[in-house]
C-alpha cells in the first residue's frame, strides 16, 4: 500500500504546479527518486520511507493525468505497475472502490540530467525559516500581472552583520528586505525568475528543514541559488536555479 497523501506531495514537488509533466521515477531498494531539468533550473526528489513499487524506471508522460487519477481514490492506495518485455507499461493504481490503469511511456526515452559540480562551500548560506517564506511571498505579490517578474539579490553589511538584500521592483515601487546569512565574499545584485522561487516555496511549504546557499561561479559572472528542504516524513527535495538577465 501507498499513502496518496504522500505520493501527491512527492508529486508536487517535482512537478511545480505544472512546469514540469514529462518526468521518469527511479525506485531501488524501496526508495524513490526523480531528476528534472528546465529552463534556468533542475532538481531532484527523494522518498526514503519504504516507496512499496518494484525496483526499476518508470516514464511518466502526462503528470496532471496521474494527479488527477489519485485525486479520486482514498488515502491508502495499491500501486503496482504491469509489464511487456520487461519494461513498465502501466500503472495499475486501485482503492477500495476504484482500479485504475495509467499508461506509463518508454523510460529509454528519457535522459536524466546530468548531476553538476559547485564550490566546495557556498559563497552565502542561510537557514531557511517561516519568516523567510513570508517575506519572500508578500514581497513578490506586487509584481502579480508583470510578466517575466525578477528578482535581485545581492550582499549587504547590516546593523547584525552580513545580510543578503532581496529585491523587487514595480513601476514606480521598490521593495528591499534583508536576511542575516553567512557570507564569503561580496555578491553584486543577481537577477532570478520570482515566479520559480514562489512555486518552489509553495511546494515546499510543509518543511521542517530547509537552506539557502548561494553560489558564486567564477569567472563567469553567474550566480546560482540552491535550495534543500527535507519534510518530517522524509521527503528531500534540491533545486538549482541559475540566474537570467535583466
Known sequence: M???KVLLDVISKYSLGGLVEKIQWTVKDNKFST????????GMVEYDNDFNLKEGNYAIWETPQLVKCLNILDEDILLEASYKGG?????????????????????SNFDNPKPSSSPPAPTA?????DEFF???????????????????LKSAEGFTGSELIFNVENGHTSLDFAIESKIKEEIKPFYFNVDLIRVILKANKNYLNGSFNAYL????????I??????ENGIKTKYQINNTIK
Open 125 to 129: 548560506t542561510f537557514e531557511i525559516s
Open 35 to 42: 531528476e528534472f531539468l528546465g529552463s534556468g533550473y533542475k
Open 2 to 4: 501507498v499513502s496518496k
Open 217 to 224: 561561479i567564477p569567472n563567469k559572472n553567474v550566480l546560482v
Open 226 to 231: 540552491k535550495l534543500e528542504f527535507e519534510t
Open 87 to 107: 519494461v513498465p507499461t502501466h500503472f495499475n493504481i486501485a482503492d477500495t472502490n476504484y482500479e485504475i490503469t495509467f499508461s506509463l511511456s518508454d523510460p
Open 134 to 152: 513570508t517575506r519572500f511571498i508578500k514581497s513578490t505579490d506586487i509584481l502579480s500581472g508583470i510578466t517575466n517578474p525578477l528578482f535581485s
